[in-house]
């Protein structure tokens, strides 16, 4: 069975003249542990459809299934928990809470569910993120890289089935972006983690085992890509 499906998914931001057509009927499926890359030039919908997907925002009409629950169907507080507990978001804005160190932000989605901490996989994750040494910091005192990995780390913790990641890589120098790329891949290869990412670096995409474009609100399947097809 497919982790996600999208279904005649539109969403058009403002009315009558002002209208904006954001995503066009767009529909696709991905099975478990795919690990899928969106391209497509600014403005042309892929945050849009991370953010139908991720049910923060409602489309204009279609739906999305994932692990076969359609998740509008749900109310405020039962989404709330099916997005904790099922949905890893890696998004340019990184939400930490100033008050918590970097440890305590890691870990605050499973203590919010009060369960107990994989001890074992939180050490990999520091490790893997650089963030050892900085493990006892508050989100003020680190680099915008820094905060970036902190949030990578908490979207990863409670192993959700489903990461969506918006230029995860953006604030992160080429050392950093391959190591956290190496991570997401690592997720869905040993955990079958199911993971879409919208990139613009051309060899990030090429090494996904799937390339998604849209273009001015069209959804385009490109299957499997080499490097030089993407340019
Ligand atoms: N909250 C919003 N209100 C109105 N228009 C929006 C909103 N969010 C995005 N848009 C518009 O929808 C289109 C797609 O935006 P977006 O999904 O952010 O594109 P991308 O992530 O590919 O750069 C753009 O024309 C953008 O201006
Ligand atoms: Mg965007």
Redesign the pocket.
Known sequence: MNLLEVKSVCKT??TGEAA?H?LKNVSFSVPRGEFVAIV??????????L?MIGAL?LPTGGKVFLDGKDIFSMDDHNLTIFRRRNIGFIFQAFHLIPELTVEQNILFPILLDYKKPDKGYLEELLTVLNLTERRNHLPHALSGGQQQRVAIGRALITRPALILA?EPTGNLDTQNSSEVIALLKKASRNYAQTILM?THNRSIAASADRVLN?SD?VLTDLGGVSNEKLS
């Open positions: 931001y403002g904006i954001a497509g030039e600014s403005g042309s919908g892929k945050s849009t459809l953010h925002d918006d919208i849209v609100g």
